[in-house]
Structure formats: structure tokens, C-alpha cells
């Protein structure tokens, strides 16, 4: 099986190739513009442990709204299912309606998963901890087994003096009151949040959590509980895509997440979890690279999950 | 095995039988409202052609949105994918922004399970059949295995007296040039298609086809390429239950589709097919009682997809 | 006086001139694309009776949107405030919004000048009318003092054949029940309504009412109250121009209506009434020739309500 | 005429008396929400320079969106009509739909009168001036004839620790490019010129500005050309009022402009300007007694603009 994955990724590589010129870096804050636009990394980790890899994979990279899934398993396992009063787990429709749904469902987001939603679980978070970046740093590098990773500060900072819409959104929480703590410290976390650098080796090991009902694999300790990681999946399958989430359940078929930093990360339940990285992006946000070499590899595999 | 599916739902009525007074029947159009309220059934068939069931799966009842999924099949098996350049595969956020998420984009349904998308196709039907009604009864009936399945005309024409809201959807997509046939002939198909009259194993055994890569069990015929199937299975999860698809994907975990007539089918790729009836329903417009018998049931089998 | 208003009008149509390949015709409806281009008239009746007119302004054209001004006099006239507890007297922002608005505010119309609007108002003149078409249109005649007034049959069928987005209006409108007699009766009166044909003379004579307190001038009669009159001015001050209220406002500084006809008609209170066509429309749909003409007499006169 | 208007006055005091206990203080900011609330003001300046007074007519009252108007004044006198660039003159409908159509214009505000409108006219001046706070006060102050006109720092500070829909408006204005200064200084500009105090004497003294072709009586230096104040007085009638604009023009029929702290202002071109205040609010946020007094005055004097 080891061996069959790896084939696999090594023409996966060879297919994708063509499509290394096509689509955009994201350039909405200069820190991400300046990034080399063509890479292009996968790393497949599967259940029993197994890693198989090729281009790219151990570089660092911007996760950006992949560390919305990291932000929420955190706050889940801390204060379980609680966070879903403050926060739905329904899809969002387009962007366009973000902030008229915001107002018609009183300050309530739509998922944890878009903007508006991953800063209510900041909030919450600041609440559960004593050093909030701190501990939301060391969980991340505890699920991916490096103690390396980081925040990429000029990044976060890049952020803060460009984020407008984000401000905007989190002030709009906080006049409906879903916003506890001080606007300026949720935006601080959410940003350094956004701003943490992983390789695809690191994504696929924090992930596997996620494939392996909340245990981590070769560790007897459950981080989460078995529903909080089917819940996890399944706002995943639903929300994780942007505009794209339909089309990402049918080419790819797995719950997944992707970031505008050009990484992707997705897992097939109680099989693996892969990631991929590639900074051109799709009109939608999503990287063409990694979209692409996720439908191919549940094509090979036969093992969507649908 | 089955025998063990068959002991899983006999337990699953025991446990759903407290929840029968919860939830009120659709009261919209006055045909349906005539309903006898405390109904349960539910009926699984396997992959292997097995059947299971318990209460009331032999009894009739309107399907109404789930019928939606009938209609793009067969105008899947039609014309293939090009009708997904008329209506698209995302969710639809809530049903309060439909209106205005036409408008923005132009007359393009978000995707074929809400009410307008289900027009444009009837539409597309219109253009492809002779008999649109007939044919598409002669579709549902095959699937089914029984012949004796029909329209409520009096449903049918209840829905046509009141549905002016639905009238308002046909008349906008038209004036996007969305709707090429006339408005009331694609009402009509609309409002029979829903008006079709099936027991819960007429439903199981027809959503068997999207559990077995688009071919019928016990049949050579492919009606779907294994490609469409996946489209209708990853449509149905993120779009098939109103403004409850994420509450769905997590609770139950399955590709499935639900109706205001108080009827939900599901299905678990390569697996069976099961669907339910109990027609009061939530306010989200799902069936109390078959919301718990689906999610006990994967529950029990230890078998979402997440 | 009556010179002055006359030497003011003959200087306006030569300054106007220069505009006349300004602006394009009016052409979501065949009939309505067919009219030469080129023309322009105006006629202004003063509060003692006295006419004065340039250019083609005894020629007929289609009043569109300024019907709606008269079905709302008549409906007023008929039951008095009563109307306003079915339509609004608020301006509605753009036309994008037009149906979110309907939603939110439950099958309100902002007020009886937009489309959604005149047909409830259309609907209520059902309710108090044996023949509405035949009364409506009387209603004119005698305000006009012209018993050849006439409903353009081609142009009501031309925008029945092509008028999808109208029904779609009437029909959401029915399903919030603020539409109580046939949708496709309510439609026909309002686009017989929008099909009437009249001249400058006809529009500036019949307007002269809104000037006088509701008296028609050399009649002892009070079609409206004083109330009533002040009312239809402020609706028409904040409401009459789509979505260039107050661009009229400021350049033109008097209540009025605007027709996709070409035709626009104002009135400065206790002074005069003023009609002036041009069938080329400038974006937002005015008269291009019509808006100048109007701001240059108000310039001319040094008349504006502010 | 000037005992003409006193003695109008004295009996609009007795008939509005009866409402003093209708409506609420707005009660948004805890500053505001202190205010005694059984108070009742009103002073009508005539262009020739007499004083009619009634009630608390010289007692100070926040001002709050009154201000908006002195702020559209002054960057008009500085910089002329660039500033309808970029922001619009047209209503806006129901404030529901601020954020969505602000999305949907491009960050360009409906009109200077509401919220984000005068946020943009605050950013201009900024441009504009080297004191900008200073500079407002000391052109409210030359307008009211009145030095002693001061910020109340305690509401300024109120409406900055509970502003977080200001806060968003702006964040949002600021992504669209619509705001080039820092968003916090714009937003401490705002919230100052909001917390401006006057009595209804000052109001009435500064107003008759707009009334008087934007000269101030008694003085020959024209602030305003005639132009400039048609577009003002045109602005207020048509948008002065959230969302009554509608039915101002209606039972007032005179241009104006109304403020949370209870305070409303309006003006009869050529003839007076008149305030009142009275802090009880109704639903739409504006005075109860206000509201009455001003239809009465016109009523009395027979002269609406209508």
C-alpha cells in the first residue's frame, strides 16, 4: 500500500505540472504577493502512520483560514459544543452575503469557517486561555509533531494594517455582542492565527487527528471525541471552500480546508489525511495545483467518499 | 448481516417512538395538511438487494422536494453535465437571501435542490421529452420497480392555487432568460414532479442507483456514469436539506435528500440505500422523527461517511 | 406673465438642442423601441390656465410610470389613507433591492411609484371598480379634459408578452396576500395603465391638479382634498424619479413623475404644471432632453421649491 | 407677522403638550439615556432677523446627526461639489440594507445624511483642514452667533466605547478605499461633531443660512452659493430623516434634518428656520413632540413647500 501511494504521487506530480503557470498569487496584503509563485508540494500520511511525499513538501508556507480548523478543534476541545450557540454550522452561500446574513441573523456566522465565524472562536478562546497565541502555537505544533512551526509576524502585521474588511466584521460581532473581549485582541490572535507557517509534512500529520476519531495516531490520549471529530468533518465537508465547497465534495469528495497562501489540506476518514501546496489560485481562492492533484488522487484511489 | 439491519430498526422505532407528538405537519397548501400525523416507517435495502423495514414503509406519501433529485438525474442521464452551466452545485445559504442571490448572480440558481434550480431543470426536461410528465413518471417508476406509482393531481393542484411564491421564481428566471419554455408549463412539470406519490421502499430501492455507481442492482444498464453519480451524491450532501445541510452532514453523516411531505432518503455509497417517513416535521421544514431514525442509524452502524 | 413663460420655454428648446443623440431609447419592450428618437416638446399650463408650448408637444407618447401617479390620485380619491396601510410613502433606495426589501419587510411596497407598488394599488382599484380599465382611463380624460385618450393595445400586450420580472413582482407580492384578486387581472390593468398615450398638453393640463390643492382650475369641485394633495406631492418630491430622486430634486427642485416613455411632468405648487418628452433615456432611465429642460426653466424662473 | 408667529407657537406648545410622556430616550449610549426626558423647545428664526421661542429654547441637547448637516456645509464651502464624488444624494431605504448596499455600490454611501456618508465628508475634511475638530466647532459657532457652543467629551467618549456599528461602517468604508485617513481619527472626528450641544435658538440662528440662499442674514458674505444650498436643502428634504424622509415631506413638507438626541430642525426657503427638541423618541428615532409641533407649524401657516 506504502508503495502503491507513492506511485501514485509521483504522477500526480508529472500531471499537475502543466498547470504550474495558471492562476494568481493572492496579492491582497504584500507580505503573501512576494511569495515564489511556482511550487508545488504534496505529503500523504496515512492511518498507520506511513509518510510518502513529493515536490515541495517539507517548505513553509502561509496556512492562513487552514488555521480556522486549528482554532476550532482547540476551542471544541476545551469547551465542547457549546461554541455552536455562538457560532452555525451551516454553509454560507456566496461572499457577497456575508454581512447582510450576518445582520439578518443577528450577528450570528454562519460556520466557524469563514471570517466572521473563526473570530467568534477567537474570542472564545481568549476567554479559555491564560497566553492565547502562545497555546493556540503549541497545539498546532503538538498535533504536527514540530516544535518549529511559528507565526511569520510580518505577515500578521501586514494584516492588521490592510485588514479593513476584517475589522469591520469583527466591530459588526461586537454591536451584536458575539464578540466578548476587546476587538483589537481578537483581531491580534486571529491574525497571528492566519499568519502560522507549516510545510504540507506538518498539515498531513496535524490532520490525521481529524482521520482518526480525534486520537492521535501512536498516542492512547483522544484530543477530541469521536462526534466532535465527525462534527469537525462534517462543517469541513460543507464549509471548508469558499465559493467552492460543492465543487470541492464532487472532484474531490473528501472534507477538507483550503488557505489563500495556496495550501489545501483534506483526509479520508480512518484512511489518511494529504495535503498540498501551490500558491496560484483558482478566481475563487482555492490553489489549481492542489485542487487538481486532489481530484486526481481520489480518482486513482477510487476513494472519494462518495 | 441482515439480520443485524433488521434488529437496528426495530430498536431505532422503539427509540423514535417518543418524539411523535414533536414537530407539526406542512401546513402551506391545504392537501397536504390532511395527512394523519402520527406516521412512522422506514425501509433499507441493501447493496446486495436485501430489505429491511418497520411501521408504516409501505404507505404513500408525498415526496414533494425529494422528487427534485429524480428530476436531475434524469436530465443528468439526458444531457450530462451541461446543465450545470444553468444552475450551480453550492450550497444556498439561507432560504431568506434566494431572491437576492438570483439577482446577483444573474438568474443562475445556486444549485439544482432548491426550488428554482429544480425549474431550470424541468425546463431542460421540457426541451429534452415529449411527455415530460409522463416520461418522468415512466423514470421514477423503473427506478422504483413499480409501476404503480403516480401523481396527486390534487396536490398538484393545490400547489398551482397557492404557489405564487414559486410562480415569482419561474417569472424571474424567465426574465434572466433562465427558463426558455413557458412559465407555466414548467410550473406544471414542477408542481406534478412534486406531487408524486411513493412509499419509503419505492424510495430506497430507487436511491439504491446513487449507493451503486449509477448502475441499478440486478441490471447490466448503467443509467449514470460513476462521474454523475458522485456529482448527485456530493449535490445531495451539501445541498439536499434546506437550511439543515451542515445539522445533517454531522447528525447523520450520509448523502440524502429531504421532503416537506415528511419524507428523508439517504444513502451510504456502495452500501444500501434507506429512506423514512413521519410527516411532522422541524422548523427547518425536516421530519422530526426521520432526522433521529437516520442519525440513530449510522449511529448504530458505526457507518457515516465522516 | 404669460410671454415670459413663453420666451423662457422657445430659449430652453434651443439650449436643449445640442442633446438630442444624447441618450438612448427605452428597449426592454419591441413596441417601445420603435418611436423616433428625435423629438421633444414641452408644454407648461399656469394656475390662471394659460398654455404655453414648444416643439412637438402636442404628440402623443406612452406615459409608462407616470400612470402610476394617476392610479394612485384616483385610488386616494376613492378610499382615501386607507391605501397607505398596503404601500409605503418611503423612498426605496436602488432597484437592486427591490425584492430583499418586499422579503424583509414582508410584502410592504415602499411606496406606490415603484412597480410593486402601483400593482397593489392596481389591485385595490379592482376592488373598488365595476370596469377598471374603462374607469381608470376616464379618470384621465376628464383630468386632461381629452375624451381621446386611449390605452396603446400593442404596447400592454407587448409587456405582458415580455413583462416576466412584473410578474414575477405580482406574484410574490400575492404570496405575502397583499395582492387579493387575480395576479394575471392586477397585471393587465397595470400594463393597460402604463400603455395610456398623451401629449405634453394632455400630462400639463391634468397635472394642474396637483397644483391647485386638488381642484381641477375653473371647477368648483375638489377631486382631492388639500391633505390628499400634499401627500401625492411629497410621494412624488421623494419617490418620482427611480433612483435619481434626489438628483431631481436638487437640479430640477420641484415633485414630479418620469416615464421610460420619454415624457417627465412636474408642477411648482400654486403656479403651473410642466410636461416635457424626449424618448432618449440617460442611464438610470430619464429623458436626457427633459431633465436639462426642467433644470434650465426652474434656473430660468428661479422658481425651485428650495 | 412676527406676533403672527409667537402666537402660533404658544398654541402648538398647549397641543403637544398631551404627548410628553410618548416614546423613549434613545437609550444607546449611557451619556444620551441620562437626559430629563420631559422636555419641549422650540425657536423660529424669520429671515428678517426675529425670534419666536417657546419651552426649553435654550437649553443645550446633544445634536447629534444635526451635525451632519454643518459637516456637509462646511466641506462643500471648502471644496465644492467633488465631494458628490464620493459620496451619493440619493435615499437610501431602510437602514437594514446599509451594509449590502454599501457592498454593492463600492463603498460609495447612498447620501451624506446617513451614518457612513458623514464619515466620508469627516475624511475629507481631515484633508482639508489643520484642526479639523477645532475648525467644525468654530463654524458652528460663527453660524449660531454663539461662541459658548461646545463637544460634550463625555458623549464623544460614550459613543467611541460603544460605537462598534460606526466602527464597522467605517472599517468597511476604509477596504472600499472610500476613507484615506486613519479610520480612528475619522471616527473621533465623527463622534465630536456628533456630541456638538445648542440650544434650539442656536439651531434655528445657524439654519437660516440654508434658507437664505446661503447667506447669512445680515451679513453680505455669501458661505454658500445659491447652487450649493438648493443641493443642501434638496439632500435634506429627501434624505434628512432615516426612514420617515418620506412622511416629513408629507405632514412637514419643509427640508430637514432630526437627531437621536431629540432635536429636529427645519426651514422654510426664504422665509424662517425653525428647531424644536423634545428628547422622547418614536420607533423610527425621531421626537415625538418634534415631529407634531413642525406639522402643526406648517399646518397653521398654510406653507409646506407642497
Redesign the interface.
Known amino acids: 500500500m506504502s508503495h502503491h501511494y507513492q506511485s501514485i504521487l509521483d504522477s500526480i506530480r508529472n500531471e499537475v505540472l502543466p498547470l504550474q503557470n495558471d492562476g494568481a498569487v493572492a496579492n491582497y496584503i504584500p507580505e503573501l504577493a512576494t511569495i515564489s509563485p511556482n511550487r508545488f508540494g504534496m505529503h500523504l500520511r496515512s492511518i498507520e502512520g506511513h509518510d510518502h511525499a513529493v515536490g515541495n513538501s517539507n517548505e513553509n508556507f502561509s496556512i492562513q483560514s487552514i488555521s480556522k480548523v486549528f482554532a476550532l478543534a482547540l476551542v471544541v476541545s476545551l469547551v465542547g459544543e457549546k461554541i455552536f450557540k455562538r457560532v ?7 461572499s ?2 456575508s ?3 450576518l ?3 443577528r450577528g450570528i456566522p ?2 466557524p469557517l469563514i471570517n466572521a465565524g473563526a473570530m467568534v472562536v477567537c474570542d472564545m478562546l481568549i476567554g479559555q486561555l491564560k497566553k492565547p497565541k502562545n497555546e493556540m502555537l503549541d497545539f498546532v505544533r503538538m498535533l504536527a509533531h514540530n516544535k518549529k512551526i511559528m507565526f511569520n509576524e510580518r505577515v500578521a502585521a501586514s494584516e492588521k494594517e490592510f485588514g ?2 476584517n ?6 460581532l ?2 451584536f455582542g458575539n464578540i466578548q473581549h476587546d ?1 483589537d485582541e481578537v483581531l491580534d490572535l486571529y491574525f497571528h492565527i492566519c499568519s502560522i507557517e507549516m510545510s504540507c509534512k506538518d498539515l498531513a500529520t496535524a490532520f490525521l487527528l481529524f482521520a482518526n476519531h480525534g486520537k492521535h495516531p501512536g498516542n492512547d490520549e483522544a484530543l477530541l471525541t469521536k462526534s466532535q ?3 469537525l ?3 469541513m ?3 471548508g471552500f469558499y ?5 470541492f ?2 472532484t474531490v ?1 473528501l ?1 477538507g480546508k483550503s488557505g489563500v497562501g495556496g495550501g489545501i489540506v483534506a483526509l479520508h ?1 480512518h484512511k489518511y489525511a494529504v495535503a498540498t501546496w501551490s500558491p496560484r489560485l483558482n478566481p475563487k481562492g482555492n490553489s489549481v495545483m492542489g485542487m487538481k492533484a486532489l481530484e486526481l488522487l481520489t480518482t486513482k484511489l477510487g476513494s ?3
Request: charged share 20%; proline share 6%.
Open positions: 452555525g454550522v451551516e454553509p454560507s452561500g456566496s457577497f452575503n454581512l447582510v446574513q445582520e439578518y441573523e454562519r460556520n479593513f474588511r475589522a469591520a466584521l469583527a466591530n459588526f461586537k454591536s476587538v471529530t465527525k462534527r468533518n462534517a462543517v465537508q460543507t464549509c465559493d467552492e465547497a460543492g465543487e465534495s464532487f469528495g472534507p476518514p472519494s467518499i462518495f
